[in-house]
């Protein structure tokens, strides 16, 4: 029978330690418990400077390259080949939403100051329905990770950076070795007006992508004796995170969507031969309809769901229209009127469709006049 050797093999411990003594002072290292899940990475972000999720690790102007990308953003690309391409440019999955006519892939980003903050959070939307539709614009700051305007009706006013670190990237490489006035020039040319001015030097602030601490990061262009990009602390850049109240994470009571087969159906119920259906569709001043995957909803540009209504009411067809269409309620331009609409309400419009039943919309703006969504970056 072989002799059986005291190797390192843990297996033979206990055979080996029953053969042998221990030496006098022999010592064991200790072996640290496993931890029950992986230790996350050190920039990994704090749940409690998080409240409303991770935050995003993409900036607006990376959205805005993609988007302008005409090979991938051409009415000859499948929805396939485009999704996959912005996939690998910009590095996610991008989060997946079912709708009632499909589903689409969102890719949210942190933009700089807009109209309600010293931040905004926007969204490259590719969406398979009827028909392949893409769309970039503004999302629910909780996708980022942001609280909600604290007013809507009012325009920001305060501090923060104009531009993405995306965009001070981009100068650097552009600007290359040059140094000095020389360089600074360049920068000027690009990005405007430095923000501050430090021993000769230029620099300009951005936003920046979340880190372990914030939704937002600050970073610096700095061009004299060099130009370098570095990151600073959010102050810096007019930023400021505690993280803020919860009070300006939270949405609100739940608003309903607007439901307008459930109107057309009531007009069907109520009204006679000789009226038509009129949808008077009422949205805060500043809010938008937009998609929500129960169907659509007023919400501002941060994404504040807005409390908006839909209300269905019969209108008499004019005597002398032989059949209903939007020259019978309105006119022919240029002596166009607001017709059965209210004429009232500044910011509105009408429509007048056929499908799925002849009707006619009212879009009737109610409220305080607040900033324009176009503000948006």
Same mark, same amino acid.
């Given at each position: 029978m072989r002799p059986l050797l005291c190797a390192s093999s843990v297996l033979v411990l206990a055979a080996c330690a029953a053969k042998s003594p221990?030496?006098?002072?022999? +010592?064991? &290292?200790?072996?640290?418990?496993?931890?029950? =899940?992986?230790?996350?990475?050190?920039?990994?972000?704090?749940?409690?400077?998080?409240?409303? *999720?991770?935050?995003?690790?993409?900036?607006?102007?990376?959205?805005t390259a993609v988007f302008q990308d005409r090979t991938l953003f051409d009415?000859?690309?499948?929805? =396939?080949? @485009?999704?996959?391409?912005? @996939?690998?440019? #910009? %590095?996610?999955?991008?989060?997946t939403r079912k709708y009632s006519q499909g589903e689409a892939v969102a890719f949210a980003a942190i933009g700089p100051k807009w109209l309600y903050g010293p931040w905004g959070c926007n969204e490259l939307v590719l969406r398979l329905g009827v028909i392949a539709t893409w769309s970039l614009g503004p999302a629910n700051m909780r996708v980022c990770g942001l609280p909600y305007a604290e007013d809507h009706t009012k325009t920001y006013v305060g501090p923060g950076p104009l531009r993405t670190v995306l965009r001070l990237e981009q100068m650097r490489a552009e600007i290359g070795d040059g140094t000095g006035a020389a360089a600074q020039a360049i920068a000027k040319a690009k990005l405007g007006r430095a923000?501050?001015?430090? *021993? %000769?030097?230029?620099?300009? +602030? /951005?936003? *920046?992508? !979340?880190? /372990?601490?914030?939704?937002?990061? $600050?970073? #610096? #262009? @700095?061009?004299?004796?060099?130009?370098?990009?570095t990151k600073a602390p959010l102050e810096t850049c007019g930023l400021?995170?505690?993280?803020?109240? &919860?009070?300006?994470?939270?949405? *609100?009571p739940p608003v309903p969507f607007f439901d307008k087969p459930a109107a057309l159906a009531e007009c069907a119920a109520k009204c006679? &031969?000789? =009226?038509? $259906?009129?949808?008077?569709?009422?949205?805060? &001043?500043?809010?938008?309809? !937009?998609?929500?995957?129960?169907?659509?909803?007023? !919400?501002?540009p941060d994404g504040y769901p807005a409390r908006a209504e839909l209300v269905a009411r019969c209108?008499?067809?004019?005597?002398? $229209?032989?059949?209903?269409?939007?020259? $019978?309620?309105? %006119?022919?331009?240029? /002596?166009?009127?607001s017709g059965p609409c209210p004429a009232d309400r500044p910011g509105g419009g009408h429509s007048f469709l056929t499908t799925p039943s002849p009707h006619i919309t009212c879009f009737v703006r109610v409220g305080e006049v607040s900033p324009s969504p176009s503000s948006a970056p």
């Open positions: 221990p030496p006098a002072e022999a +010592t064991v &290292a200790a072996v640290p418990p496993q931890a029950a =899940e992986p230790i996350p990475p050190a920039d990994a972000p704090r749940a409690d400077r998080f409240p409303a *999720g991770p935050g995003v690790t993409l900036v607006h102007d990376q959205l009415p000859k690309v499948s929805h =396939e080949v @485009r999704l996959a391409g912005v @996939r690998k440019a #910009l %590095g996610v999955q991008g989060e923000d501050a001015e430090e *021993g %000769g030097d230029a620099i300009w +602030t /951005a936003i *920046g992508a !979340r880190d /372990a601490d914030a939704p937002v990061t $600050c970073w #610096l #262009l @700095r061009v004299g004796a060099k130009s370098e990009v400021a995170w505690g993280p803020p109240p &919860a009070a300006r994470f939270d949405a *609100g006679s &031969a000789k =009226e038509m $259906c009129l949808l008077e569709q009422r949205v805060p &001043a500043g809010a938008t309809l !937009r998609d929500d995957p129960d169907g659509p909803r007023a !919400r501002y209108t008499p067809v004019p005597a002398t $229209c032989a059949k209903p269409d939007a020259a $019978c309620f309105f %006119g022919k331009p240029p /002596a166009m009127t």
